[in-house]
């Protein structure tokens, strides 16, 4: 330890805070929060304690320590979350599942304000905050400022009378009228402001009020003030998540059985999962999604059309893999560095996987596999990544034997999954094998973490999929003859269809009466469509039985 860093660590106070460990070049490599600073940051440099491998390489990259004291661990589990978004340390964000990540949402313009908590934002006008690594913390975090700030968790369906919350002070009782719509959407800001770290605005304002309703002899309403800042000021004596705060910063327990149970030289930060969707062989597409550190990351994900319309997983499958991995350009020594650098601004085909998950059994693999060879016929980047399935139906993992199944363009066999079956690990998590002819089926209890992580990729690979083709099914089953005419757009479609009615009524529309609503150019277009009532009737498309 340098003589520096010693020095500093005697300086630590023993109150609340959030510490900053910073490399030799003074960047910040990770952030966290401690309920008594000195005690805390002394654990990562105690020789005795037991670590993993991943806290000792931090430690082992430590120059320099910096902290910042708060009021309360409240302030400080806050703080933290702030911080780690708007410095992203490389030990924060690299090494973290989905599955110790919370954020708490606030649905402020909803006509019942509800605050709750969610492993998964979504784009539904609500306010998120977060993430934060510790749930428990999070939850217990709310728990407190519920009594400070009465908020309702959910809107039960039918519900006319305050809840037993409300008698408990716990909620504002909207359903009978106790608390305003705006008195409650106040209370809501003061909280927001709590979380975003703003807490002594907050007792400013409520000592603002209370001079004001004492003045006007409101006394219920001065009371409530004082409660308040009462309340806010015994946060800082409340323990949120305490000093025995989890010391190791590998949270992805997933990604670590993964990687011993499936033999990979590396721990896939990048995994992408592959899932086809259509209705009888129309508006067929196929999903990317992507999962950076277990995490998903959406900004990576990937949707293709495929191009011929057919009722074919397999041939999807296989034409979708091979689209993914066509790109030419980089040499092999360049396709590696963009892979160890993950993401790059030379496009995103060239930011390669470190495992491809495909939904589906042998048939969806197998053809995936031959894609991936048959792309990288002459080269050994594509051949090397390593391909599993998850079958639905019992949630086996599938992998294909090396040096098996059919010969890729240019006569080399397949090189299989890539992946070596560490039977050891099998074993102890309670799975088993079995064979099936070119493949094995890797059974594993569904509660461990590795099935779990495969699931939600899965599952977000379904799910993108489907909502692609139902959206192709929508605007094909909305679609009329006016949209197969060149220089009609969704405005001059509106205009048409808003003056005669309808998009059969514009087709049976004389010419003079196109003019008046178009240009003569246009109006020409649709009169000279088969089945437009303007054209000759020689011309006409006539079908017989």
């Known amino acids: 330890m340098l003589k520096s860093l010693a020095d500093k660590l005697k300086d630590l106070p023993k109150s609340p805070g959030v510490y900053f460990f910073k490399d030799a070049k003074g960047e910040i490599i990770y952030i966290g929060k401690a309920a008594v600073l000195k005690n805390r940051v002394r654990q990562y440099f105690q020789s005795s304690r037991s670590r993993d491998q991943k806290t000792e390489v931090l430690v082992g990259e430590i120059a320099d320590v910096e902290w910042q004291e708060v009021d309360s661990e409240l302030d400080a589990l806050f703080l933290e979350a702030e911080l780690v978004r708007r410095y992203l340390p490389r030990y924060n964000i690299l090494l973290r599942d989905d599955k110790s990540m919370v954020y708490i949402r606030i649905d402020y313009e909803s006509d019942y304000p509800t605050v709750s908590t969610t492993r998964r934002p979504l784009d539904d006008k609500a306010r998120y905050y977060g993430p934060y690594l510790s749930t428990p913390s999070v939850k217990q975090a709310l728990k407190l400022l519920r009594r400070v700030f009465p908020f309702a968790t959910r809107k039960m369906p039918g519900q006319k009378r305050a809840s037993l919350h409300y008698h408990l002070g716990l909620d504002p009782g909207l359903e009978e009228g106790k608390t305003t719509l705006s008195d409650y959407r106040t209370n809501l800001r003061r909280l927001m402001a709590v979380i975003e770290g703003k807490r002594s605005c907050i007792e400013k304002e409520l000592n603002r009020d209370l001079k004001k309703y004492a003045k006007e002899l409101k006394f219920e309403e001065a009371a409530k003030c ?320």
């Open 226 to 545: 004082r409660n308040q800042i009462y309340a806010l000021k015994k946060l800082s004596q409340q323990v949120v998540f305490g000093d025995t705060e989890f010391l190791d910063i590998s949270k992805d327990y997933a990604l670590n059985e993964l990687t011993e149970l499936l033999g990979l030289s590396n721990v896939p930060r990048r995994v992408e999962g592959y899932d086809i969707s259509h209705m009888s062989g129309t508006d067929v597409v196929a999903s990317m999604v992507v999962f950076t550190n277990g995490v998903s990351d959406k900004a990576q994900y990937r949707k293709f059309k495929t191009k011929t319309n057919k009722n074919d997983d397999f041939f999807n499958m296989h034409e979708t893999i091979a689209r993914r991995f066509s790109f030419q350009g980089p040499t092999l020594e360049t396709r590696k560095r963009l892979h160890n650098r993950q993401k790059t601004s030379d496009g995103w085909k060239q930011n390669l996987p470190d495992l491809v998950l495909i939904d589906g059994g042998k048939g969806q693999l197998d053809a995936a596999i031959r894609a991936r060879d048959e792309t990288d016929a002459k080269g050994s980047t594509f051949r090397k990544i390593p391909f599993i399935g998850l079958a639905k139906r019992e949630e086996q993992v599938v992998i294909r034997k090396a040096n098996t199944g059919q010969r890729a363009e240019g006569g080399e066999q397949s090189s299989g999954s890539n992946v070596g079956l560490n039977y050891k690990v099998l074993h102890k998590l309670g799975g088993f094998v079995k064979e099936s002819g070119d493949f094995i089926l890797i059974n594993l209890p569904h509660n461990t973490n590795a099935v779990k992580l495969l699931q939600r990729i899965r599952d977000e690979s379904h799910r993108f999929a489907v909502n692609y083709h139902s959206t192709l099914k929508a605007k094909r089953q909305t679609a009329s003859a006016l949209d197969d005419i060149p220089g009609i757009g969704p405005v001059t479609r509106k205009k048409l269809i808003k003056h005669f009615g309808s998009a059969r009524a514009v087709m049976q529309a004389t010419k003079s009466e196109l003019i008046k609503v178009i240009n003569k150019k246009i109006a020409k277009r649709i009169s000279k469509q088969p089945n437009s009532l303007n054209q000759p009737s020689g011309q006409k498309n006539v079908t017989t039985t």
